[in-house]
């Protein structure tokens, strides 16, 4: 229902159709399916994201040399601080600094771990990444129907504001 015409009345909206939240749940979920799991706006957001990936090699192709360089970098500073705990230095400033590095070194792995350096890269692997991501966006079709409480939030997330739902004449109904 309308929460202004719930809230406030007719003054503040003249909608004062109701509908069960499963109706239109499935309602919004099938327009969802309509709109946007078409395979052609499928392929659109595969294909940008191909591209946001093709672009992040060409802007950074030594980001792997990088990552590296630095991963080594924080390796030598926490050997470094463990051996000064080991001669007899201030501890507790040093252990938190050996916390920070651990973060930043978990952090580095990660992002090595994730990275695909453009040599690494073939053809095969765009065409890996093409049907991955067509099954994922298979998958986000089938979640919204098998989790309806988790699409609600996804959507939730994904949305710009509220959807607003206006109630259709039909044979002299509002539905």
């Given at each position: 229902m309308c929460s202004y015409n719930n809230n406030r009345g007719l003054t503040a909206c003249s909608n004062n159709h109701r509908v069960r939240i499963d109706v239109l749940e499935g309602a919004v979920l099938?327009?969802?399916e309509r709109s946007v799991l078409m395979?052609?706006?499928v392929e659109y957001v595969v294909e940008k994201a191909l591209q946001l990936v093709r672009e992040s090699q060409e802007q950074q192709p030594d980001l792997k040399d990088r990552l590296?360089?630095?991963?080594q970098r924080l390796h030598r500073q926490?050997?470094?601080?463990?051996?000064?705990?080991?001669?007899?230095?201030?501890?507790?400033?040093?252990?938190?600094?050996i916390q920070r590095r651990?973060?930043?070194?978990?952090?580095?792995?990660?992002?090595r771990r994730n990275l695909i350096?453009?040599?690494d890269f073939t053809m095969r692997n765009w065409g890996e990444l093409r049907r991955g991501a067509h099954a994922r966006m298979?998958?986000?079709k089938d979640l919204l129907h098998s989790d309806v409480p988790m699409a609600r939030k996804a959507l939730r997330e994904l949305l710009n504001g509220?959807?607003?739902?206006?109630?259709?004449i039909k044979d002299g109904r509002k539905s």
């Amino acid at each position: 229902m309308c929460s202004y015409n719930n809230n406030r009345g007719l003054t503040a909206c003249s909608n004062n159709h109701r509908v069960r939240i499963d109706v239109l749940e499935g309602a919004v979920l099938t327009a969802i399916e309509r709109s946007v799991l078409m395979p052609a706006a499928v392929e659109y957001v595969v294909e940008k994201a191909l591209q946001l990936v093709r672009e992040s090699q060409e802007q950074q192709p030594d980001l792997k040399d990088r990552l590296e360089a630095d991963y080594q970098r924080l390796h030598r500073q926490l050997e470094n601080l463990v051996s000064a705990i080991a001669q007899g230095q201030n501890s507790t400033m040093i252990m938190a600094e050996i916390q920070r590095r651990e973060f930043e070194l978990k952090t580095l792995k990660t992002k090595r771990r994730n990275l695909i350096s453009p040599q690494d890269f073939t053809m095969r692997n765009w065409g890996e990444l093409r049907r991955g991501a067509h099954a994922r966006m298979g998958q986000f079709k089938d979640l919204l129907h098998s989790d309806v409480p988790m699409a609600r939030k996804a959507l939730r997330e994904l949305l710009n504001g509220n959807i607003r739902c206006i109630p259709v004449i039909k044979d002299g109904r509002k539905s």
